[in-house]
């Protein structure tokens, strides 16, 4: 009986493929996945849209149908998705990709989280809205101009929308993932030495074994949705608390 459902974007790979893999173990979970790549599983509770975020046009209607009716006891909605974008110093960016990156990293989550209140808010189902941050939303990393502006954006949005909620039953989170060994970490490494000074830093996490698996980071995740008592605040890094 699937009386729970969740909506992750960017299910294909990396951390996202990871929370998938994690709720399809959980037979009350029907699952909305949205990525460019759709996996093709041959699981019945997910559903598979295709929908690239750096083409706002696309979203627009879109997002309007995206979420199913029914008599749901809980539904989460994890914005995953993310592009660290061009590596370069502002000055040497191109408008094209960092309008892109807005898209994805910023705009999309915040239609989301905005189509999500408006299609749930007559219902009595608890509710939660997961926008998955990062360390640079509140730290500036040179060559990361877009990332770190977009993701800092995104937390503020998520506090904002925490803030004007009157729904008992509505929780938001921002939740940092730490440095995760997923494909945004070999871009982060292919990067050029000028554009990115801590690259050696980067490749000395892979090197010596320091970036967390995507499993790993996933399981918090749960962990954290699952047991929302223990979580008072917005803003949360999986690195402030350890899995019992
Ligand atoms: N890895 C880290 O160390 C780290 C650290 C801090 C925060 N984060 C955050 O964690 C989240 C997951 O990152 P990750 O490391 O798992 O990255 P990843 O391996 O590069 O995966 C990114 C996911 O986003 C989707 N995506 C990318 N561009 C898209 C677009 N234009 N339209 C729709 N979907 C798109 C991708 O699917 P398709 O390619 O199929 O579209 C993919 O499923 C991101 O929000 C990221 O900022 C990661």
Known sequence: MQNSLLILTGHSKGLGRAILDAYLQKDEFEIIGISRTKLGLNTPNLTEISMDFSEIGVMEDAFT???????????????????????????????????????????????L???????????????TICNISSGAASKPVEGWGGYCSTKAGLEMFTKVAAK??????????????????????????????????????????????????????????????????RFQDVIQDVRNFDLP
């Open 65 to 111: 149908r995206l979420f199913p009716l029914g008599d749901f006891k809980q539904i989460i909605l994890i914005n995953n998705a993310g592009w660290i974008g061009e590596v370069k110093s502002v000055g040497n960016l191109q408008v094209k990709d960092l309008s892109s990156q807005i898209s994805i990293n910023l705009l999309a989550p915040m239609c």
């Open 164 to 229: 004007e909620s009157k729904d008992p039953k509505l929780r938001y989170f921002s939740v940092a993932p730490g440095v995760v060994d997923t494909q945004m970490q070999d871009e982060i490494r292919q990067a050029d030495s000028q554009d990115f000074p801590q690259i050696e830093r980067f490749k000395n996490y892979k090197k010596n074994g320091n970036l967390s698996s995507p499993e790993s980071v996933a399981a918090k995740i749960v962990y954290l949705l699952e047991n929302q008592d």
């Open 113 to 127: 989280t905005n189509a999500f209140v408006a299609a749930f808010r007559n219902t009595k189902a608890r509710k």
